[in-house]
């Protein structure tokens, strides 16, 4: 069986979070633009998801930049190895610059940050309306950019795990026990390894 390097378990719940999230605040995004009976109570529900994706992508950064990530499959050549670190950067990178622009729209516009319904937030940007127009055209862009990122991420995975059958997907799932070892990789029975 194909030897899997698997990701520690705090990497895995903090990767699936995200997604959720993610997935949470673009589709509640694109209803809610196109709403308008919802739209007060669905732009309370975004803020509250996008407020939630920056504090976890944080948390997330901190963890990635701050631990060595298990070996790649000997599939991956070295070209889709930049490929990989460097659309890896990139989500990053747009996980936390949507969610601040988000903000900084919201305050420039000149209305309250409130989320969980009773929190409010400071203002991170002046009230001033080109600014608001133009961090409201970046804020769209982002989106955009956002879903055709995570596309390419999800269809580089499944081309993996589906068609090359090297268990790509086996690095950030839940499915089987494995035997946790620090500061080095171990292998269970069912050759799956993590590092930690
Ligand atoms: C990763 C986090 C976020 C994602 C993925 C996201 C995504 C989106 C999307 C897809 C839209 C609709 C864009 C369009 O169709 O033009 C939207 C609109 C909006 N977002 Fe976000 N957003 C995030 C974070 C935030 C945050 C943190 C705030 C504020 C604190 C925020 C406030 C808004 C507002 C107010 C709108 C509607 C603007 C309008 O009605 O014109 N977003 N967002």
Same mark, same amino acid.
């Given at each position: 069986m194909t030897e899997v390097h698997r990701y520690p378990i705090r990497t895995r719940v903090l990767h699936w979070l995200t997604a959720v999230l993610v997935f949470s605040a673009l589709f509640v995004g694109f209803v809610m633009v196109n709403s308008l009976a919802s739209y007060g109570a669905l732009v309370r529900v975004h803020m509250t998801l996008g407020v939630l994706i920056l504090v976890v992508v944080v948390v997330r950064a901190a963890n990635r930049f701050t631990h060595r990530t298990p070996a790649l499959p000997a599939t991956v050549g070295s070209v889709e190895h930049k490929l990989v670190v460097g659309s890896e950067l990139g989500l990053y990178a747009l996980m936390l610059a949507q969610p601040l622009i988000g903000w900084a729209m919201v305050s420039a516009g000149g209305r309250p940050i409130v989320v969980f319904g009773a929190i409010h937030l400071p203002r991170?940007?002046?009230? @001033?309306a080109d600014l608001y127009f133009f961090l409201r055209q970046a804020h769209s862009v982002l989106a955009y950019l956002l879903v055709l990122t995570i596309a390419a991420h999800v269809s580089a995975v499944l081309l993996h795990t589906l068609?090359?059958? @090297?268990?790509?997907l086996s690095r950030m799932t839940f499915g089987r026990d494995a035997i946790e070892q620090k500061g080095a990789p171990s292998e269970d029975r069912e050759g799956i390894m993590t590092v930690d």
């Open positions: 991170i940007a002046p009230f @001033d068609t090359l059958r @090297d268990r790509m």
